[in-house]
């Protein structure tokens, strides 16, 4: 097929039966597009390797019409009420409920997201971030400021303008939502980019768009390839602000891109190699269960994966025999489209393999393999890793320092409080941090010293759509979520009132 050739939309068969349209063009000004740049992308399905369909894949050019689409919607849509803006997401949320089935089997297909015990808790963030930001959109007040007797002033949260967004493959919906919905309540228009590797869900969420009566351009969709679409985006001379989400190495680039251009505004949200403390007195089934769930979730592709946990040497062998067993005795590997299995394959052949020479690493370097270690038995086909355990991994080893986004943690000891600090902090990441202990000061006192932009006290992973998430160090610029997250998405302009002054 010539790129020309390719449709607009295509009926897909899901493997649980159900058929559907699935939109490939560009969602740009209400509308899916063919891509100018000829380009597409092919996407695959992880657990049986077997093509899907190709969606239309922007160039510098789509980008150009994108952003065009969007600066030409932003005059009106800033005037929008807030309160209007909130019931238009209301109604997103509303078709997102209303889809959920169908959202959750497409990122099932196309991610390889086991999709009721997975994707299901995606599409529930959606809804639950979608509604926040609702509420916030008529809320963005500044203050007012009294100065002397003579002058007072007041500030405006005024949005950036055209916002460009960038989002990596491992929550496609979820990543999406955090960054559309405060973007568009604080009165933002968005040219989101999806990953080139996961296409689908949000091109079906421009249908939801287009349903739930948003204006033309306020929100356009574009998949397409990071070098090319990613690259221009991040590049474009009328973006106000770009937002990103994906590799340090990636965000490190987009930030070059940023700068040398017409320095916009950035916010990163980038990797990590989140540590997890065990001290012996926590409540020790909690702690492995938690542990296992902090790392294994998501097939191990969270930024935040708690991936190096520290446990204290009086508990140390019995911790890494217990969460071997908790994980021989709840892990369910299989077909994402089975609803007792929640760990499914990898997202494609390349981080499949990627994960696998990490595993080889670790036991060339000495680490002690403790569980899994490669693709599980019964597997034929599609890029399943079995949940893998190394046991006293050092601080110098390439499986420690570096992020796998893989099913594989590391496991080694500490003796004391400052020791266990010490090694949690030994990383040029900062995204996140479990603690687990009964002891309150302790617990206080650890999560004060932890140079990470999360902490989580006796859980690990469980993000709050109230709450900041961002990265200290190399995990990022910037927080989502919570009140800070639309913070991003507004500038402050003082204006100052004389009263009386006179010259
Ligand atoms: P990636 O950096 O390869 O890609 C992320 C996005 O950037 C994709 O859409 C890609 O097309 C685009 N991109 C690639 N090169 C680009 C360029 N030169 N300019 C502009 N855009 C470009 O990351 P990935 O493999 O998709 O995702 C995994 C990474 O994302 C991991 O490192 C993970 O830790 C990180 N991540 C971070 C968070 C967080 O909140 N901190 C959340 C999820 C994932």
């Known amino acids: 097929m010539s790129p020309s050739s390719l449709p607009l939309s295509q009926e897909i068969a899901l493997p649980n039966g159900v058929k559907y349209t699935q939109p490939l063009g560009l969602f740009i000004n209400n509308e899916f597009v ?3 740049s000829g380009n597409r992308v092919e996407t695959i399905n992880p657990a049986t390797e077997e093509p899907i369909c190709e969606v239309h894949a922007a160039g510098a050019a789509d980008v150009d019409a994108a952003v065009d689409a969007a600066r030409a919607a932003f005059p009106k849509w800033k005037r929008v009420s807030g309160a209007e803006r909130g019931a238009l997401m209301q109604r997103l949320v509303r078709l997102i409920y209303e889809e959920r089935d169908l959202l959750s089997a497409i990122d099932a297909l196309d991610a390889g997201k086991p999709r ?45 303008g055209v916002c460009g967004q960038i989002v990596p493959w491992n929550y496609p919906l979820g990543m999406a939502s955090w960054k559309i ?68 190495l990636t965000g490190r680039a987009v930030m070059k891109a940023a700068a040398e251009s017409n320095m916009k505004a950035v916010t990163l949200e980038c990797g990590g190699k989140s540590p997890n403390l065990v001290f ?56 994402p489209f ?20 990490y595993i080889e690493i670790g036991k060339k370097e000495g680490a002690r393999l403790i569980l899994g270690g490669g693709t599980p038995a019964a597997t034929t086909k599609g ?62 006192r650890v999560a004060a010293e932890i140079e990470s932009g999360t902490v989580w006290i006796n859980s690990s992973n469980d993000c709050d759509v109230n709450l900041p998430f961002g990265g200290f160090k190399q995990s990022g610029i910037g927080s989502e979520l919570g009140e800070y997250g639309i913070n991003t998405y507004t500038q402050v302009k003082a204006v100052h009132v004389n009263l009386g002054t006179r010259l």
Request: charged share 25%; net charge negative; aromatic share 10%.
């Open 181 to 248: 919905a405060p973007a568009v309540a604080a009165g933002n228009v968005i040219v989101l980019k999806t990953s080139e590797v996961t296409p689908l869900s949000m091109l079906y969420f421009g249908k939801l768009v287009q349903k739930a009566g948003f204006p033309p351009g306020v929100i356009n969709i574009i998949s397409g390839f990071g070098r090319d679409a990613g690259a221009a985006l991040a590049a474009h001379m009328d973006v106000d602000k770009i937002a990103f989400t994906g590799s340090t």
């Open 280 to 335: 012996a007195d926590s409540d020790f089934e909690q702690a492995v269960k938690w542990s296992l769930f902090g790392i294994m979730y998501n097939m191990g592709q969270v930024c935040s994966a708690t991936s190096r946990i520290y446990v204290e040497e009086t508990i140390y062998d019995k911790f890494v025999e217990a969460i071997k067993q908790e994980s021989l005795a709840t892990a369910r590997i299989g077909d």
């Open 383 to 444: 890029y399943y890793v079995e949940p893998t355990i190394f046991a006293d991994v050092t601080e110098d080893m390439t499986i420690m320092k570096e992020e796998i986004f893989g099913p594989v943690v590391c496991i080694s000891k500490f003796s004391t409080e400052k020791e266990a600090i010490r090694k949690a902090n030994n990383s040029e990441y900062g995204l996140g941090a479990a603690v687990f202990t009964t002891n309150l000061n302790r617990a206080h």
């Open 338 to 357: 089975d609803d007792s299995v929640e760990h499914g394959p990898q997202v494609n052949e390349a981080q499949y393999k990627k994960v696998l020479r």
């Open 116 to 160: 009721l015990k997975n994707v299901m808790n995606d599409v529930e963030e959606s809804l639950s971030v979608f509604s926040y930001y609702a509420g916030w959109a008529d809320k963005l007040t500044g203050k007012a400021i009294e100065c002397s007797p003579d002058k007072f002033a007041y500030t405006r949260h005024e949005p950036y």
């Open 34 to 36: 063919p891509a100018k």
